[in-house]
């Protein structure tokens, strides 16, 4: 069976509520990642993490819980990923 699953990319800037969503994200009310925009280089560097991230749900191949924490497994350099960095952050 095939897998289909959109992604969309959104940025915003002034965000005032960033820990509000960040609890949204971690209990599961929201079906999203949360990326500092400053530690991005570009769209195309969230896209190719986000294929990644869906190709290894397609295999049951997750290195992580989830298909949202595996984005943020892939974009880590280290593989340490920080959960909650982004709550003071205005650009999410």
Known sequence: ASVIMATSLLQFTGV???ADLLALVLEGGIPATLVRAPVVLGSLQLLAAA????GAQAKGA??????????????SPSKNVRVGACHTHTHT
């Open 16 to 18: 005032a509520n960033a």
């Open 51 to 54: 294929h990644k991230a869906v």
């Open 62 to 75: 997750l290195k992580t819980r989830t298909v949202y924490t595996e984005i943020l497994y892939n974009l």
